[in-house]
């Protein structure tokens, strides 16, 4: 199942590469956070947990990637000054929780639990902060062809459905409870491929939204 649930980045990868030309910066950084983080990061973590038996560090890497680009996404997609200044000091508290995990708790070759919580909690805000600007703009548009909604949804799905495996993951290991443990990573595997599925959809209607664009810019002057 993790397997499958990796090679579901290919999804929005192509996607995104095809459509290319139609994106924002906001949605491009989406195709650099799949192509790195998704990718690249993640091939290199199986890897080295076949090869060496440890990928801790490609954990780590993926966290911050993951982070840093789905965060600019947000920052580029939202328009206040105000709530763009909110996320990028939710940005920094991360990375201050992510540096402290690794230079005085645990270290690079241990699990990133406490980054990961961060991780969580910041993208969550993220999204709810896009949440509430559609709901302040209340724009005349159907929310299944905004993008950046579609990758909302998809990151609430998952980040807030894999937050109590974040933080229960190392309480089960001390605890030797690996049942328990593979039952939530089931459940986490599940939760990425629906946010793979969203990713895909979002980058997908970047075209058709083009197209809409332009079809309304056509009427208007006709």
Same mark, same amino acid.
Request: aromatic share 14%.
């Given at each position: ?55 801790? @560090? ?9 982070? /840093? #680009? ?7 997609? %939202? *328009? !206040? ?35 990961? @919580? ?9 999204? /709810? #902060? ?7 703009? %209340? *724009? !005349? ?82």
């Amino acid at each position: 199942m993790n397997i499958i649930s990796l090679l579901t980045y290919l999804l929005p990868l192509v996607v995104g590469l095809r459509h290319w030309r139609y994106l924002t910066r906001a949605h491009k950084k989406l195709v650099w956070y799949v192509l790195i983080a998704g990718c690249l990061l993640n091939t290199l973590s199986e890897i080295s947990r076949v090869v060496w038996h440890n990928n801790h @560090i490609f954990l780590y890497l993926n966290t911050w990637v993951e982070t /840093l #680009l789905l965060s600019w996404a947000f920052y580029l997609s %939202l *328009r !206040s000054a105000t709530v763009k200044k909110l996320l990028f000091w939710g940005l920094v508290g991360f990375m201050i929780v992510a540096l402290v995990q690794v230079v005085y708790f645990r270290g690079l070759y241990a699990s990133n639990t406490y980054a990961r @919580i961060a991780q969580s909690i910041l993208l969550i805000g993220a999204a /709810l #902060l896009y949440f509430e600007q559609i709901l302040q703009e %209340l *724009r !005349s548009i159907q929310l299944e062809h905004d993008p950046m909604f579609l990758v909302s949804v998809g990151v609430m799905l998952y980040f807030a459905g894999c937050l109590m495996v974040f933080i229960l993951e190392d309480s089960m290991y001390a605890q030797k409870q690996i049942t328990q443990v593979w039952m939530m990573y089931s459940i986490q595997f599940v939760l990425l491929i629906v946010f793979n599925a969203t990713l895909t959809l979002a980058l997908y209607r970047t075209r058709e939204n083009v197209k809409r664009v332009t079809g309304n810019e056509l009427g208007r002057f006709s």
